[in-house]
């Protein structure tokens, strides 16, 4: 049975559009603040060879380095200020959820509500300043070791990468926190969609002219272009689909009337994480590819070249990581958004029960069972998604950026913010109804 949001938003008027003053000024701030952040990925910290690394990216375009590149809309290749993107708080993050679930003091701070998260996001704001200056530190001694260093000192050079990196990755982690508080839909997802669709453009010009001039073929381009529809009709396909639980509610005598009893559902998506665990796995491979592949440059040495390709999508080694990290992080953010247990216990607090399962620790131990394969099945989708797509577009040597993991991220944070919108619209529409009944009450 639909709910009443979900017959709302079927029959819902968009020209209530023009009279959601809120939701226009939520929209117009994001805008800007994406604006902003292009911008930003277009202002270079000093003392590096811009030829060298056009010339680098440009050979690394297929890997996982050309996709952390995508991810900062090509701030890295240009060494902007904001290289780093919100990767570093990405990091973060999965430190502080993952201690969040094993250390008692996080645990507590998590119990105690808005005061609590609070805290917990200031703690992971201080550790997203630890890890930027470790990899800023990092990415500058892989320059220096690459040789595309301009300045004098490494010393100056040195501090002030760190300087303009913790600069600017703490911008754009202060720009995601005021998108998701004054705009609309996830400030994290849209700050590195935004830097995906950028690079689009580029991408589809390099496989036009690869056709022109021979080197990609007109079936396999028809191929690619299949693929593509294929990829973005799965992710919509499975983000959609759900495993609705029924749930049966019996009568209830509350004073001197009585309740009827009624059936509803529990809803369960196969990919409750969304984009997230490719986001994590790409943001704790990037940087040690990148000092690999930055080394391979400098370091004829033959087991840093070898580990410099086998670290390239269609490579066991990158396959097996990758695929790896991102089974590991669905099932991680999955345990963290669940609670079997709470959700039973609020089911049996409610009167509500599930047929043929026993209220309390039967339903906790059902829903269990049930999340568990769910997420299984969501893992492998994912891992799936994210790996055989691009491998094979890394076979055919055209840009990643038509690759599962892209396509991903731009769909779902795409289907997220259009979702917000609508329930912006659904709450303008409630706002509108109350108030002409109260207006009909008054006369």
């Known amino acids: ?59 690394n375009a297929g890997g996982l380095l050309g996709m952390f590149n995508a991810f900062t809309g090509g701030a890295l290749e240009r060494m902007s200020i904001m290289a780093l993107n919100i990767m570093p708080y990405i990091s973060a993050s999965i430190v502080v959820q993952l201690g969040a679930s094993i250390l008692p003091s996080l645990m507590a ?28 530190f990092f990415m500058a001694k892989a320059l220096e070791s690459a040789g595309v260093v301009t300045m004098s000192s490494m010393a100056l ?5 760190v300087v303009s990196l913790l600069g600017g990755t703490m911008f754009v982690v202060w720009l995601g926190e005021q998108i998701t508080s004054r705009g609309v839909g996830n400030g994290a997802s849209l700050i590195i969609m935004i830097g995906i669709v950028a690079g689009i453009p580029n991408a589809l010009v390099t496989i036009l002219e690869e056709n022109k001039t021979g080197a990609l073929s007109g079936l396999t381009l028809i191929a690619l ?92 080694l990158y396959i097996v990581v990758f695929g790896f990290l991102i089974m590991f992080f669905t099932f991680f ?18 009167g509500g029960f599930i047929a043929g399962i026993r209220p309390g620790k039967n339903t906790a ?35 990643f950026f038509l690759g599962g993991t892209t396509l991903l991220i731009v769909v779902s944070v795409i289907m997220d913010t259009v979702s ?24």
């Not at 808005?114 to 300043?129: A, C, D, F, H, W």
């Not at 529409?429 to 109260?438: D, P, R, T, V, W």
Request: charged share 15%.
């Open 225 to 316: 272009l299949v693929l593509t529809f294929a990829v973005i009709y799965l992710v919509v396909f499975v983000e959609m689909a759900q495993r609705r639980i029924p749930v049966q509610y019996p009568k209830r005598q509350i004073g001197n009337r009585i309740m009827q009893g009624a059936n509803s559902h529990l809803p369960l998506k196969i990919n409750p994480t969304g984009v997230m665990p490719p986001i994590f796995a790409s943001a704790i491979l990037a940087i040690p590819v990148a000092i690999v592949q930055f080394s391979s440059k400098s370091d004829p040495s033959e087991w840093v070249s070898q580990l410099a390709i086998w670290l390239t999508p269609g490579q066991w």
């Open 109 to 136: 701070l998590k119990k105690e509500g808005e005061s609590g998260m609070r805290k917990i996001n200031q703690y992971t704001r201080y550790l997203t300043v630890l890890i930027t200056i470790v990899q800023a």
């Open 333 to 350: 953010y999955t345990g963290l958004q669940s609670n079997p247990t709470e959700t039973a216990e609020n089911l049996k607090k409610q």
């Open 157 to 161: 050079f040195e501090l002030s990468t």
């Open 1 to 59: 049975m639909a709910s009443l949001s979900e017959k709302i938003s079927s029959g819902m008027d968009f020209s209530a559009f023009s009279k959601a003053k809120d939701l226009q000024k939520r929209l117009l701030f994001t805008l800007f603040a994406l604006i902003v952040f292009r911008l930003g990925t277009y202002i270079p910290f000093p003392g590096t060879s811009r030829g060298f690394l056009k010339e680098f990216f440009s050979e």
């Open 365 to 399: 131990d059902y829903l269990d069972y049930v999340i568990s394969r769910l997420t299984l099945l969501g893992a492998i989708y994912l891992a799936a998604l994210c790996i055989l797509p691009e491998t094979l577009i890394a076979v055919l040597g055209v840009p």
């Open 420 to 443: 917000q919108i609508q329930s912006h619209l659904i709450a303008h529409q409630y706002e509108g109804l109350i108030k002409k009944a109260k207006l009909k009450g008054r006369l």
